[in-house]
């Protein structure tokens, strides 16, 4: 049990020890779950009997040998008809007298998940009371007495029924918020039409589905909810699903395009149950996976053979050198050179192949698109020749987003190196960047080049296809879209009126905006909390510090001052990091992840699809650089 469950757990028995009544609560097994102090003191029962985990049987046993229930011939089948009387879980009411002379009522009820609650009043006050009423009463009839009495437990009797129906009322009112709460929680649009077309249900969570569309559509039509373009796509599976269909597909959204997988499900009374989903990560990771075993491919064939080349470069440039030295004629030491520049060129191509074949991590910071974009125009423009122009768009939010400014600023160069290779001498290349809604980020480089070849537009992000002859080596495209695709973005290749246009998707992830103040550190061992503790304080935060998610999350309820959390993944308790991270989203507070598992365990990659991911061990400068632009500069 942790820290909150012991809290909830001395704040119950608190509460039922307020009761004047005495109460225990059995499990289906006839073991006690809990009771109160009254509940011991009213049949003095040892500490044993009251301890969670004690015997119902063992507890009449007890009061069978204390007299409680006067003479008893036959204790053992007493006991047993007890016992067989609680397992048949029905709800009884009875008074009896006790063997001191008091008085008591018996209310049980069955649980719904099996057990008993019985609720024990001394009732003695109330019986003398009658008692009194009929020793007085000589002038009123017995049969008003009569009905008295019978009134009186009437009342009582009542009154443990509507106990049991406001029980049970709770339980279906519980029941209904319950499934209203899991519909509202799942990451989709789950909703019922009738057979106009009308909603009749939803979970409200259409415009986390369709960004855009409103979210109270309860009487709406399908087609005004979802608008003319997207209800066009989904319209001929509909008229299928009113036909008796399960139609279940998928579509791209026009308005940010995102990847919809709707599922259609008639009620065999005219209408139609919805389930639609957002399937884009889906769907890029599967784009992905095919793409990976290619490169798997790749590696395979190139792997084995890399190494005996990469010897055979070495003997070949050696030879070379030692004939550069002998004092050869001059052709002959043109014949040496032009040997020496093709080992040495085999050699960078080498290295493109392992840098291909390797493995990649991404090393995500906070940089500002415009600030990356002017760098990358300085960086290229020597590169071009005089007659060739090279415009930079930016039309990107002035805001930090995560990205790894080493990795796109290589693939934009390469981008941009083939379109001066494409336009020749002279020509206009043209570098754009624009956010598509809050989904996406958006690069495209541009030529007024000849354009793709059809070949090219089919087979350019494959390995070693090239159009360039003997002077390309086909690795270009590949490793753009292969930085794309870890960042888990897209590509796409296409000829425009005037050109070659390639364009590059990446997650538009904005940067914790966080200058200083409270940070909250969510980490399970104390030494590490010790350092990290320190590093957040050189920041200039304010630390203040949790063990669990549970912990985590209850400081962030109670304390809307944090700016920032900094997270382990494996935490204690049942719950990761990851899981903080999920509880987070969409209360704009930044969460940066740390781990020390490895980048191929399946919990570090699940957690890259949340955000940045720290690898410990790491550097202050390291953290400092998710967090500030400024700091990568």
Not at 209 to 219: A, E, N, Q, T, Y
Not at 584 to 598: A, R, V
Request: net charge negative; with cysteine.
């Amino acid at each position: 049990m942790n820290k909150t469950d012991k809290q909830i757990a001395a704040m119950t028995g608190a509460g039922l020890n307020l009761i004047a009544q005495a109460l225990s609560i059995y499990d289906r097994d006839l073991r006690l779950a809990v009771c109160n102090r009254r509940f011991q003191e009213m049949f003095s029962l040892p500490e044993r009997l009251v301890t969670p985990g004690a015997r119902f049987d063992d507890t009449i046993r007890h009061l069978v040998e204390t007299g409680e229930y006067g003479e008893v011939d036959d204790a053992e089948a007493f006991i047993q008809s007890k016992v067989d009387q609680a397992l048949a879980f029905e709800p009884h009411y009875v008074e009896r007298t006790r063997s001191n002379g008091r008085m008591i009522s018996v209310e049980g009820a069955p649980l719904p998940e099996g057990g008993w609650v019985t609720v024990y009043t001394d009732i003695t006050r109330t019986k003398r009371v009658e008692q009194l009423l009929r020793a007085r009463s000589e002038e009123l009839s017995e049969q008003v007495l009569a009905h008295t009495e019978e009134l009186s437990a009437t009342n009582r009797e009542l009154a443990a029924t509507i106990t049991r129906l406001e029980e049970t009322k709770r339980q279906l009112t519980g029941m209904e918020a319950r499934t209203r709460l899991t519909a509202e929680m799942m990451p989709a649009h789950i909703a019922h039409v009738d057979a106009e077309g009308f909603y009749t249900y939803t979970n409200r969570r259409l415009s986390s589905v369709f960004p855009g569309r409103p979210s109270d559509i309860l009487g709406m039509r399908i087609a005004e909810a979802l608008g003319e373009a997207a209800f066009g796509k989904i319209e001929p599976h509909l008229l299928k699903a009113y036909k008796g269909g399960s139609p279940v597909f998928e579509f791209t959204e026009d308005h940010d395009s995102r990847r919809i997988r709707v599922a259609f499900t008639p009620d065999g009374e005219g209408g139609v149950y919805i389930l639609s989903m957002d399937v884009t990560e889906e769907t890029q990771a599967r784009v992905a996976l095919q793409q990976a075993r290619r490169r798997e491919l790749a590696a395979q064939m190139t792997s084995g053979l890399a190494h005996d080349f990469s010897n055979l470069l070495t003997i070949i440039l050696g030879m070379q050198g030692k004939l550069e030295k002998m004092g050869l004629p001059a052709d002959a030491q043109e014949l040496v050179q032009g040997t020496l520049s093709a080992a040495r060129r085999g050699g960078r191509l080498l290295e493109r192949i392992a840098h291909m074949t390797g493995s990649r991590t991404l090393r995500p910071q906070a940089v500002r698109a415009g600030t990356l974009l002017n760098e990358l125009k300085i960086l290229a423009s020597p590169a071009l020749p005089r007659g060739m122009g090279l415009s930079v768009l930016d039309h990107t939010p002035d805001a930090a987003l995560l990205l790894d400014p080493g990795q796109l600023q290589d693939a934009l160069l390469n981008l941009i190196l083939n379109a001066r290779d494409a336009c020749g001498a002279s020509g206009q290349i043209t570098v754009s960047a624009h956010a598509v809604g809050s989904t996406w980020l958006e690069l495209s480089v541009t030529d007024t080049g000849p354009g793709f070849s059809p070949e090219a537009l089919k087979k350019a992000v494959h390995p070693f296809f090239t159009t360039k002859g003997s002077e390309g080596s086909g690795l270009g495209l590949s490793m753009v879209y292969d930085m794309v695709k870890l960042a888990g973005g897209s590509m796409r290749t296409a000829n425009t009126v005037s050109g070659a246009s390639v364009t590059l998707r990446l997650p538009y992830r904005p940067a914790p905006d966080a200058q200083g103040g409270m940070a909250l550190l969510v980490e399970d061992s104390e030494e590490l909390r010790a350092a990290f503790r320190e590093m957040l304080m050189d920041l200039g935060f304010t630390v203040i510090e949790a063990v669990s998610v549970d912990e985590a999350c209850a400081l962030t309820a109670d304390l809307p001052g944090i700016a920032l959390v900094l997270s382990d993944i494996k935490l204690e308790g049942g719950a990761t990091g990851i899981d903080l991270a999920d509880r987070l989203d969409g209360s704009g507070l930044p969460c940066i992840l740390m781990t020390s598992l490895p980048p191929a365990d399946p919990l570090h990659k699940e957690a890259l699809k949340r955000g940045p991911v720290l690898q410990k061990p790491f550097t202050t400068h390291q953290l400092s650089a998710l967090i500030r632009p400024e700091a990568t500069a």
